[in-house]
Nanobody, 116 residues
Framework: QVQLVESGGGLVQPGGSLRLSCAASGFTFSNYAMSWYRQAPGKERELVAS????????NYSDSVKGRFTISRDNAKNTVYLQMNSLKPQDTAVYYCNAARGWLNYWGQGTQVTVSS
């Protein structure tokens, strides 16, 4: 059974940091590209960052480039999102995604709220 379990969300003040984790099971983690998406209230889900299965090639949305860092630990079947210099507009539910060809898996999401 495929599972993606996100953790690490919460309430943080503007300028603060959080690290999200996504623990994967039920598939060969190292063969999948991993991504973080987010969805704010009333908005569409958007891609935040992704990391390929080989070479640790990463990609970021312009809105988070230079502030967020995605990484993966294939030994632990876990992908991370380090979020620094958080802004109120980063407030959203953050989802972990695993993709390989037509296969696509989602986690249940973790809430991140940036507010003073």
């Amino acid at each position: 059974q495929v599972q993606l379990v996100e953790s690490g969300g919460g309430l943080v003040q503007p300028g603060g940091s959080l690290r999200l984790s996504c623990a994967a099971s039920g598939f060969t983690f190292s063969n999948y590209a991993m991504s973080w998406y987010r969805q704010a209230p009333g908005k569409e889900r958007e891609l935040v960052a992704s990391i390929l299965s080989v070479g640790d090639i990463t990609n970021y949305s312009d809105s988070v480039k230079g502030r967020f860092t995605i990484s993966r630990d294939n030994a632990k079947n876990t992908v991370y999102l380090q979020m620094n210099s958080l802004k109120p507009q980063d407030t959203a539910v953050y989802y972990c995604n695993a993709a390989r060809g037509w296969l696509n898996y989602w986690g249940q999401g973790t809430q991140v709220t940036v507010s003073s």
